[in-house]
Nanobody, 120 residues
Framework: QVHVVESGGGLVQPGGSLRLSCAASGSIHRVYSVGWYRQGPTAEREWVAVILDDGNSNYRDYVKGRFIISRDNAKNTVDLQMNSLNTEDTAVYSC??????????????WGQGTQVTVSS
């Protein structure tokens, strides 16, 4: 099994920044991708950013230029640096690790989420 934990959420004023971190522990043979998702108060969960095993990353249009996803392979952590936050970024942010526990397998593991609130 793989255990995923997010951290770094909190309350921030509009225009401010937060850095979220997502750590995975357990028996991981290979990491295919790690994605950050969010779910607002009245919305479904949506994909925000993803980093692939080759290091490439992709972002939803509404966070491009504001959010940066990065990975520390040695620590099995993936961070999401969020800048120029606005009230619409308020949500529970979760990360998804898509990994192989052994060669040829694919499993998805979610964290419990961390609350980000943007408010003055």
């Amino acid at each position: 099994q793989v255990h995923v934990v997010e951290s770094g959420g909190g309350l921030v004023q509009p225009g401010g920044s937060l850095r979220l971190s997502c750590a995975a522990s357990g028996s991981i043979h290979r990491v295919y991708s790690v994605g950050w998702y969010r779910q607002g108060p009245t919305a479904e969960r949506e994909w925000v950013a993803v980093i692939l095993d080759d290091g490439n990353s992709n972002y939803r249009d509404y966070v491009k230029g504001r959010f940066i996803i990065s990975r520390d392979n040695a620590k099995n952590t993936v961070d999401l640096q969020m800048n120029s936050l606005n009230t619409e970024d308020t949500a529970v942010y979760s990360c998804l690790w898509r990994v192989a526990i052994e060669a040829g397998t694919t499993y998805d593991f979610w964290g419990q989420g961390t609350q980000v609130t943007v408010s003055s």
